[in-house]
């Protein structure tokens, strides 16, 4: 049993899909990635991944954010968690296959959503989990919503929560970018990368962050932004790398110099 904080690593769905195309997975990523997670062998870890090429899609040719609305959405509602499911099975495969003690965690069981945010969520098992060493991973997922029928939590939403319902030591955020810069550094040339930010700061420049470009049911970067906010304002510091390059989510959390963007409370 062990005392330590947790940390929380969300992977971006960007990172372990291919975004640009339907149900692309990046099974390599994956297995670098938990290879990463092995080596670095840090006590109460719990892993939110996203959902990319698989999530998104679904959700958007159905509307599953914006609730139920006709009977027709229902299968769209289930076949978004359903594949949800096979990504998380991938990533289950990378990372018990490196002897990773890790067990998958479903949202969709576990949380009820108002209006999109988490009004409820039964954590009896993640504790006991976690007390036990082993390795709670959750995701991006289709809820029930008391005011919307049904919608889709995002797993920034998650890992934001659990950070400060468990008094997380920090939160690593895998994206495919080099951190957070003051413009899309997809788009524009000269993106400027922000190395340190101070919550203050992240406030100021909230407004000049853009949407994702590729379909992002739940907002992107300024949704991850607007997401980790309360998690910073709780003094939790947030590490954003570029987990598609080598060793940069290792770094993160293993604590060493982190190479991307770091946001603390002051
Ligand atoms: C989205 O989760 C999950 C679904 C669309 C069902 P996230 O919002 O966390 O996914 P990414 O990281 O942006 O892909």
Redesign the pocket.
């Known amino acids: 049993m062990t005392e330590a904080k947790p940390t929380i690593l ?6 372990i ?1 291919d ?1 640009n195309g339907e149900l692309a997975a990046r099974t390599e990523v994956m297995n670098r990635l938990a290879e990463e997670i092995q080596k670095a062998n840090i006590k109460n870890l719990i892993i ?9 899609p ?3 040719k159905y509307g ?2 914006e609730g139920l609305k006709e009977d027709a959405q229902k299968v769209g509602f289930t076949e ?2 359903h ?2 499911t096979v990504l998380n099975g991938l990533v289950m495969d990378a990372l018990v296959w490196h002897n990773i003690p890790a067990l998958s965690v479903t949202p969709s069981c576990c949380v009820v959503t108002e209006n999109g945010r988490i009004r409820f969520f039964e954590d009896t098992i993640l504790k006991m989990l976690l007390k036990m060493g082993f390795v709670p991973v959750l ?4 809820t029930l919503d008391e005011k919307l029928g049904f919608t ?8 934001s929560h659990l950070a400060r319902k468990f008094n997380a030591a920090k939160i690593v955020i895998g ?1 495919d970018t080099d951190g957070l810069y003051d413009s899309d550094p997809k788009v524009a040339k000269n993106a400027k990368l922000y190395k340190h930010l101070t919550l203050e700061e992240l406030k100021k420049i909230k407004g000049r962050l853009g949407k ?1 470009t590729a379909a ?5 970067m300024l ?2 932004i607007a997401e980790l906010i309360p998690a910073i304002e709780e003094g939790i510091p947030v590490a954003i790398v570029n987990a598609t390059k080598p060793n940069r989510t290792y770094k993160a959390l293993i604590g060493d110099m982190v190479e991307g963007t770091v946001i603390e409370k002051e």
């Open positions: 969300k992977i971006g769905g960007s990172v899909t975004k939110v991944h996203g959902g990319g090429s698989f999530g998104h679904t959700a958007q599953i954010k978004t968690h594949v949800m995701y991006g997922d289709t889709v939590l995002s797993g920034d939403q998650i890992g994206v994702s992002d049911v739940t907002g992107g949704g991850k």
